[in-house]
């Protein structure tokens, strides 16, 4: 029974990899760094969780500042490009 759970979590591993959901690195290799700048924290979102997260952060800490136009045209393309990537997988 616990060997079986085991194949089906390796299973699910695998097909994560393989579908481009999960990135995988060797032990020992990765070495986290520190987002530094707007575009780092804006390319490091993975899904529109993520990105919406991201874009509504004032509402967890509303002393933040607003983003400027630049910023905020920049997170709709990165969301634009985000959706087109998702319905061109549905296809």
């Given at each position: 029974m616990v060997q079986e759970r085991i194949e089906k979590i390796k299973a699910w591993v695998d097909h994560g990899i393989k579908s481009g959901r999960a990135i995988v690195y060797p032990?020992?290799?990765?070495?986290?760094?520190?987002?530094?700048?707007?575009?780092?924290?804006?390319?490091?979102?993975?899904?529109?969780?993520?990105?919406?997260?991201?874009?509504?952060?004032?509402?967890?800490?509303?002393?933040l500042p607003r983003w400027t136009e630049e910023q905020r045209a920049a997170i709709i393309t990165r969301k634009v490009g985000m959706l087109n990537v998702v319905k061109r997988k549905r296809k």
């Amino acid at each position: 029974m616990v060997q079986e759970r085991i194949e089906k979590i390796k299973a699910w591993v695998d097909h994560g990899i393989k579908s481009g959901r999960a990135i995988v690195y060797p032990a020992g290799t990765h070495k986290p760094r520190r987002l530094r700048g707007f575009d780092d924290r804006l390319n490091a979102c993975r899904c529109i969780g993520e990105l919406e997260g991201f874009a509504n952060r004032r509402q967890f800490d509303p002393t933040l500042p607003r983003w400027t136009e630049e910023q905020r045209a920049a997170i709709i393309t990165r969301k634009v490009g985000m959706l087109n990537v998702v319905k061109r997988k549905r296809k």
